[in-house]
């Protein structure tokens, strides 16, 4: 089965402070995704790859960056995180045009 | 531009009634229109997916059916249980999609 495993799955951080959400996938898919979920918001994109080196700008990418050094890894970077970016994040994986994606377990942040 | 809108944010049953929850959306083009569910503490899944006009896939008794016309995908099972409390959320990803557009989510609760 497809697997898209998140790491950490819990974090805590200090407002300013960086941080860095990692996510690997096994199946190989070229399309791998950030989304945060929010009560009353669903799931909403952040950024997107399309392969090893692209990335691409989400619905709301202010105030994340993100990183596709391979086709297996896709990481979220919190430069100076805020307390708004409390939330937890998805990534997922899939090809495109094709029938479905995958999701990680997520991660809960906490930045206070 | 592509959009879909689930309308009721929390949906609360006794068992054994009719679910019946809510997906229009906006597409230029054709799309392809899916159910994910995600249960608590649990990454989202695919629930449903429909390819064709007026086909009705089916999964753990839910159907829904694509409707071009009045632009519908809604959920529905002829007879709620308590293990499907959970999140669901409606997806479009448009023909040719490289990004899946979720819903708000809504939140369905089934009571003894």
């Known amino acids: 089965e497809a697997a898209v495993t998140q790491s950490p799955r819990n974090k805590v951080a200090v407002t300013g402070g960086k941080v860095t959400l990692s996510c690997n996938q096994t199946n190989n898919h070229n399309n791998m995704y950030w989304y945060r979920q929010d009560t009353g918001h669903g799931l909403r994109l952040i950024h997107y790859s399309y392969g090893a080196g692209s990335t691409e700008k989400g619905d709301i990418p202010d105030g994340y960056k993100a990183s596709r050094p391979s086709q297996e890894n896709f990481s979220l970077i919190l430069e100076l995180a805020t307390p708004s970016q409390t939330s937890v994040y998805f990534c997922?994986?899939?090809?495109?045009?094709?029938?479905?994606?995958?999701f990680g377990k997520g991660t809960r942040l906490t930045v206070v | 531009g592509d959009s879909v809108t689930q309308t009721e944010g929390l949906v609360t049953l006794t068992e054994g009634l009719p679910v019946m929850l809510n997906c229009t959306y906006q597409?230029?083009?054709?799309?392809?229109l899916f159910w994910y569910v995600q249960h608590l503490n649990e990454a989202p899944k695919l629930l449903l997916k429909?390819?064709?006009?007026?086909k009705r896939p089916e999964h753990q008794g839910f159907h829904a059916t694509l409707h071009k016309s009045s632009s519908s995908f809604h959920l529905q099972k002829s007879s709620a249980q308590l293990s499907d409390s959970a999140l669901y959320y409606c997806?479009?990803?448009?023909?040719?999609?490289?990004?899946?557009?979720f819903g708000k989510g809504t939140s369905l609760t089934v009571i003894p």
């Open positions: 997806a479009l990803g448009p023909r040719g999609y490289q990004n899946f557009y």
């Open positions: 429909s390819f064709t006009d007026n």
């Open positions: 997922a994986s899939g090809e495109p045009g094709g029938t479905e994606v995958f």
């Open positions: 597409s230029t083009y054709s799309p392809f």
